[in-house]
RNA sequence: GGAGGGGUGGCAGAGUGGCCGAAUGCACCGGUCUUGAAAACCGGCGACGGGAGACCGUCCGUGGGUUCAAAUCCCACCCCCUCCGCCA
C-alpha cells in the first residue's frame, strides 16, 4: 500500500513512476475521495467533539449538585440536534474511508529509479552471467526424459491419476536428491548468510494474504479451503513469514531479521493455460526456500543485492550456469519496487528460465501489515522495509540438475555439493 | 469435547459507569551529580487520522447493544491460559 500523503503531495509524480509498469493511476478519482472524505471526517468531528461535551455537562451538573433528570434535560435539545445528523456523518466518513483503503490496496508499488522501462519479460535487462552454457557432447534430453528414465524417477502418470495436471511423483534416488536439496540450501543460508530457519503454517488467513499483496486482486491465483474458517494454501513462504512482523514493533537491536524457510507452495496457476503444460517447470505444489528479510529502510537496497548474492550462492555451489536479470516495469510484480531473477540454463531449451525472484517491497507490504520498528533516533516506531527471494525454487533446481547433470548413458551425475547430503551417491541411474 | 480464568501502552500490570487515553513499575529519552559510567534525583515518554497551529477526533481483542455518558454493564464472535477427556 501506497503512503497516502505522499500520493496527497506527489501525484503526479507517483502517477509517472506507475506509468512505468503500466498502470494508470485515476489522481482525479483519488482526489474526489479524499476530498469527500476530509468534508466527512470534519463534519463528524465536530458533531462527535459537540456531543462529548455535552454528556460532559450532565456529569459536571449532576455533580454539582443538580438532580439526575434535571440536568439532563438541560442537554436533551442538543443532543437531539446533534443525533439527527451524527449517525449518518459517521457512517459516511466510515464508508469513504473504506473506499479510499480499497482504492489505495489497488495500487502496485511504485517502481524504483533503477527498474528499466518495458512491457514484458522481453524487455528485462540481463545486469550478469554466471558459468558457461554447458554444451553436452550429445543431443541433450529435457528433464521429463531423463526423469522418466531413471530407475524410480518421475512420474508424471501416476501424479495425474492422484491430482490432474500439473503434478508430480518422484521415487527413489530422485525423491532423495529432492529432499537433499532442501536440506542443503537451508544448511548453507542458516551457516553461511546468517539467516535463521523458521517453520511456519502452510494455512494462512486473508489478513496475511492482504499483508503481502496477493489479496484482494489476485485471489484467483489461490487455493481456498472449503469449510467454516477462511484459509488459504500459502503460495509461497513469504506469506506466513513476512507476516511474523505484522502488528509488531521490532527493536533496533533485533534487526536485521533474517529468516529462510522451507514450505510447499500452492498455486492455481489460473492465469497460464497451455504454459510449461510439459514437466515440473510449473506445478500446483511445489517446494521452495525461501529468504525473507526486514531491515531498516536506508539498509534495503544493499540487502537487495546481498540477499540476490545468497540465492546465486546456491547455484554457484551446484556449479550450475546462471544470469541474472533486472525486471522491466512491465515485468515487475504488484508489490515489488525493484526484483531480480535468476535464471538457470536449460540446455534442452538453449535458454535461461527463472529459478528465483528477489524482490525489494520496501515498506510497501510493511505498511499494509504494520510491521514497524522503532527507531532510536527518533524514538518513533517506524515502518520496516521487508524482502524476499527464493533461494531457490527446488523443483526447478532438480529439473537443473537432471539437464545439466545428464549424461549419454541415462544417467544423472549428483553434483559435488550434494553428495553429503546423499550418504555419498555419485550418479542416479 | 467439558469446566473455569483471561485479553488494557514497547513489556509487566492497576483500573467495574462521568474527574480515564488510562495509576504504578520496567524499558526508553533529556537533565542534575560524576574525570567517565553506574546509582540516586528531576523531567519527559502510546498509536493513528485531521489541522499552519491552538487543538480536535478515533483506538483498552473484534463486532453489535444499553446509557445523556462505556476500558468498566449486556450479547455474539475470535484468541490465549489452567484443569479434565481424546489424540498424531
Not at 536506508?298 to 546462471?322: F, I, M, N
Request: with cysteine; proline share 5%; net charge negative.
Amino acid at each position: 500500500m501506497l503512503d497516502i500523503r505522499a500520493l496527497r503531495q506527489d501525484g503526479e509524480a507517483i502517477k509517472t513512476a506507475l506509468s512505468k509498469r503500466g498502470y494508470t493511476l485515476d489522481l482525479d478519482a483519488f482526489a474526489s475521495l479524499d476530498a469527500k472524505r476530509k468534508q466527512a471526517d470534519i463534519r463528524s468531528q465536530e458533531l462527535q467533539a459537540d456531543r462529548k461535551k455535552a454528556s460532559k455537562q450532565v456529569g459536571e451538573l449532576i455533580k454539582s449538585g443538580m438532580a439526575v433528570e434535571e440536568a439532563k434535560a438541560q442537554v436533551a435539545d442538543t443532543l437531539q440536534t446533534i443525533d439527527a445528523e451524527l449517525d449518518r456523518e459517521v457512517a459516511s466518513a466510515k464508508a469513504i474511508q473504506e473506499d479510499i483503503r480499497e482504492f489505495l490496496m489497488g495500487i502496485p508499488n511504485v517502481p524504483q529509479d533503477a527498474v528499466p522501462a518495458g512491457n514484458d519479460e522481453d524487455d528485462n535487462v540481463e545486469v550478469r552471467q554466471w558459468g558457461t552454457p554447458k554444451v553436452l557432447p550429445f543431443e541433450p534430453k529435457d528433464h521429463v526424459d531423463v526423469g522418466e528414465a531413471l530407475d524410480g524417477g518421475l512420474d508424471f502418470e501416476r501424479a495425474a491419476k492422484l491430482s490432474g495436471a500439473r503434478f508430480s511423483v518422484m521415487s527413489g534416488g530422485l525423491a532423495r536428491m529432492h529432499r537433499a536439496l532442501i536440506d542443503f540450501m537451508l544448511d548453507m543460508h542458516s551457516d553461511e548468510h546468517g539467516y535463521q530457519e523458521v517453520y511456519v503454517p502452510f494455512l494462512v488467513g486473508p489478513e496475511a494474504l492482504r499483508g503481502t499483496g496477493q489479496l484482494p486482486k489476485f485471489a484467483e491465483d489461490l487455493f481456498k479451503m472449503e469449510g467454516e474458517r477462511e484459509l488459504y494454501l500459502i503460495p509461497t513462504a513469504e506469506v506466513p513469514v513476512t507476516n511474523l512482523a505484522a502488528d509488531e514493533i521490532l527493536e533496533a537491536d533485533t534487526m536485521p531479521r533474517r529468516y529462510t524457510c522451507h514450505t510447499p507452495c500452492f498455486r492455481s496457476e489460473a492465469g497460464s493455460h497451455g504454459r510449461d503444460t510439459r514437466g515440473m517447470i510449473r506445478q500446483h505444489q511445489f517446494e521452495k526456500v525461501e529468504l525473507v528479510q526486514m531491515v531498516r529502510p536506508e539498509e534495503s537496497d544493499a540487502a537487495l543485492e546481498a540477499l540476490t548474492g545468497h540465492a546465486e550462492a546456491v547455484l554457484q555451489k551446484l556449479d550450475l550456469p546462471y544470469r541474472v536479470v533486472i525486471l522491466c516495469g512491465g515485468d515487475l510484480g504488484f508489490s515489488s519496487s525493484k526484483t531480480y531473477d535468476i535464471e538457470v540454463w536449460l540446455p534442452s531449451q538453449q535458454c535461461y528460465r527463472e529459478i528465483s525472484s528477489c524482490s525489494n517491497f520496501q515498506d510497501y507490504q510493511s505498511r499494509r501489515m504494520q510491521a514497524r520498528w522503532r527507531n532510536p533516533e527518533t524514538g518513533k516506531p517506524e515502518l520496516v522495509h521487508t524482502l524476499n527471494g527464493s533461494a531457490l525454487a527446488v523443483g526447478r533446481t532438480l529439473v537443473a540438475i537432471l539437464e545439466n547433470y545428464q549424461n549419454e548413458d541415462g544417467s544423472v551425475t549428483v553434483p559435488e555439493a550434494l553428495r553429503p547430503y546423499m550418504r555419498g551417491l555419485e550418479r542416479l541411474k
